[in-house]
């Protein structure tokens, strides 16, 4: 069986609401068999391995898979949105971007809800 070094995409499921507190969030790649996962927040670690669990309000999670360990390398997935009750908002960017746009675009209506 050939694996990659590096991961070349990362998937994060589920990709659509609605969620709820306590609901997880999934990360998954290709790559070397021994990948390793972290998940951050405003530039915190807020959990390692594949899954992060989600708790009431707007959240905002870098999802890093980290390939082969002799080589740095890592692939990333940005998700944001917001837990309210039984509706929710998601937000998933490929990039590397700043969401303080969205944010700031959305929040007063997701306070709303």
């Known amino acids: 069986m050939y694996y990659l070094d590096c991961p070349s995409t990362v998937t994060v499921s589920p990709?659509?609401?609605?969620?709820?507190?306590?609901d997880e969030l999934t990360c998954g790649s290709d790559g070397d068999?021994?990948?390793?996962y972290?998940?951050?927040?405003?530039?915190?670690?807020?959990?390692?391995?594949?899954t992060?669990?989600?708790t009431a309000?707007?959240?905002?999670?870098?999802?890093?898979?980290?390939?082969h360990p002799t080589k740095y390398c890592y692939e990333k997935?940005?998700?944001?949105?917001?837990?309210v009750g039984k509706r929710t908002?998601?937000?998933?960017?490929?990039?590397?971007?700043?969401m303080s746009a969205v944010t700031s675009l959305f929040l007063p209506y997701l306070l709303s809800l």
């Open 33 to 36: 068999p021994e990948l390793r």
């Open 38 to 50: 972290e998940w951050t927040s405003h530039d915190e670690v807020v959990a390692t391995g594949r």
């Open 89 to 98: 908002l998601l937000f998933i960017c490929p990039m590397d971007i700043a």
């Open 77 to 83: 997935k940005v998700i944001s949105g917001t837990v």
């Open 57 to 67: 309000g707007w959240f905002e999670f870098v999802c890093r898979v980290y390939g």
């Open 15 to 22: 990709s659509s609401g609605p969620f709820k507190a306590g």
């Open 52 to 54: 992060v669990t989600l």
